[in-house]
């Protein structure tokens, strides 16, 4: 049996939780996770093989046992830690935005004047921001999360898989727009018009399932005001918790993902589809929901359909329309990253 370890120090823990989840009964590898204290109050990490740990500790953990491979779960910063890492051990890196692993020296430092300075300048000056390159260029493997971004220098590790759970019967068709109500990375705007000028007599709620602030939440509140008594709408004020974000999926019969064209990570420009994955992929896998995507967003997932104009008619019969996800059950989707990691060790 291979010994993995897994470092989750900076963010995505669900992805960490995800992996976590489905490496956890594997007979081919054992893994080690070492989360920060803010990732692993973020996951139900109770395991015995789940590690506190930081910048300053992570080295000093690795080197008490051998590792065949080190698996970075996010490598935004912290990069002279990262670097060595990539130095001393076989390391594959997941990548969530790929123009920005990609930037040069020249435009790392040009972005540090455009937004965030404060935050930028403290990693130029302590956190090593000008490594960030290396860290990527020095992974023995580049890892990404959809098919769809993969090529030859970056390989697909196909780590979600699809939950068995009894669905709870719905009075109503429920739709579901999960993630933070932002217009950053959906366009929420689009969706609260065709809501508020909806046609259909059908009963519809819609669940906002993701916490809204700010402008967002004020247009939730007048838009709650408006509506015709055949359609109502949730929100969240504070942060949607596991529990009740995976009781929400479970329930809903459609998934309305919004998704923006385009976003930004580090003033850089990141393309969802072609060089960012949304979250709201892994999300319809997961839970074995059928998912409406702008027709802009590139997918060959039979369950991932393109918005029609009359998106609500559109719901009504994918309510009712089956999609298989047997190709991504726990087992398939887990004998597929094993031979992912065990190729990375043995090339």
């Not at 929901?289 to 008619?313: G, N």
Request: glycine letters at 4%.
């Amino acid at each position: 049996m291979k010994k993995i370890a897994y470092i989750e120090i900076d963010t995505h823990a669900e992805i960490a939780q995800d992996f976590l989840n489905l490496t956890k009964n594997s007979d081919e590898i054992s893994v080690d996770f070492y989360f920060s204290k803010k990732i692993k109050n973020q996951t139900s990490a109770l395991e015995k093989h789940v590690f506190l740990s930081d910048k300053k500790m992570i080295l000093q953990q690795l080197q008490k046992k051998k590792y065949d491979l080190v698996i970075i779960g996010t490598a935004h910063r912290y990069f002279s830690t990262f670097l060595e890492i990539t130095k001393r051990y076989k390391t594959a890196v997941i990548v969530h935005n790929r123009a920005f692993s990609a930037l040069s020296k020249g435009s790392l430092f040009k972005s540090i004047f455009k937004k965030d300075i404060f935050y930028r300048l403290k990693l130029f000056f302590r956190e090593g921001l000008m490594d960030c390159g290396k860290v990527f260029k020095n992974a023995k493997g580049l890892l990404v999360l959809d098919h769809h971004l993969s090529d030859e220098k970056h390989l697909f590790l196909p780590l979600f898989y699809t939950k068995k759970f009894q669905k709870p019967e719905n009075e109503t068709l429920t739709v579901v727009i999960p993630g933070g109500v932002s217009q950053e990375r959906r366009d929420y705007n689009a969706v609260f018009n065709k809501i508020k000028n909806a046609a259909h007599g059908q009963n519809f709620p819609f669940v906002f399932l993701g916490k809204a602030q700010g402008e967002h939440l004020e247009k939730l509140k007048e838009l709650q005001k408006s509506l015709p008594k055949n359609i109502k709408i949730v929100f969240f004020h504070e942060r949607v918790s596991t529990h009740l974000f995976d009781e929400w999926m479970k329930k809903s019969d459609v998934l309305w993902c919004p998704v923006q064209s385009e976003t930004e990570f580090f003033s850089c420009r990141e393309m969802y589809g072609k060089t960012k994955m949304t979250g709201n992929v892994g999300d319809a896998i997961k839970y074995g929901k059928p998912a409406i995507f702008p027709k802009s967003y590139a997918s060959t997932h039979e369950f991932l359909v393109a918005e029609e104009d009359d998106v609500f008619s559109q719901m009504v019969v994918l309510q009712e329309k089956r999609f298989s996800f047997d190709h991504y059950s726990k087992e398939n989707v887990l004998r597929a990253v094993e031979k992912v990691i065990l190729d990375l060790i043995l090339t």
